[in-house]
């Protein structure tokens, strides 16, 4: 028995095609390479960022807008999605948004890149950023007017348990040695 002809004028049924987010940075490459800053390449921010959807599976279910934003937001800074280096991170977080009724993608800087970053700007040439804890000696003198600060000290507990984190600090010596 012969197959029943194919009518040409007849409406072809396909699948729905599915777009994966991977897909969607993958087609976004030279929009991220465009913006990227000089130290970064764009293949590789792209394949870092697939890996990161592979490692934390709810990025995948954030706005494709909102990981594609906070990708540009790696490429300008010269950061890398998720990656081992913390001077060169950027962390992908996904968070609720209320008003949208979903999940975003958020772009968040890890504070050893930031102080990457004002190093890189050559301005600061020096910046420290540590947790005080309970048993630790802090001190904190703060200027006449009550808002600038003159001198703080902080000594680590070197023997014994420190205790719980009660705060943080940073500091930084910028060129011409002051220190804000």
């Known amino acids: 028995m012969a197959a029943p002809a194919q009518n040409p004028n007849a409406i072809q049924k396909s699948e ?11 087609s976004k490459r ?52 998720n990656a081992t280096l913390p001077q060169r991170r950027m962390w992908l977080v996904p968070r609720w948004n209320a008003k949208l009724g979903g999940l975003e993608c958020i772009a968040q800087v890890d504070y050893r890149a930031e102080i990457q970053l004002a190093r ?22 703060r200027g006449a007017d009550g808002t600038s600060l003159t001198k703080f000290t902080h000594r680590p507990l070197i023997f014994g348990e420190r205790g719980e984190v009660i705060g943080y600090y940073a500091a930084a010596r910028l060129e011409g040695g002051a220190v804000p």
């Open 16 to 26: 729905p095609k599915v777009v994966v987010l991977a897909d969607i940075i993958a």
């Open 120 to 141: 890189d700007t050559g301005l600061v040439l020096d910046v420290i950023a540590e947790e005080v804890r309970k048993n630790d000696a802090f001190t904190l003198e």
């Open 30 to 81: 030279d929009a991220l390479a465009a913006v990227a800053a000089k130290n970064l390449d764009a293949d590789r921010l792209v394949k870092l960022a697939q890996a990161a959807i592979s490692r934390t599976p709810d990025l995948a279910k954030c706005t494709p807008l909102s990981v594609v934003t906070a990708l540009m937001r790696c490429a300008e800074l010269g950061l890398e999605p």
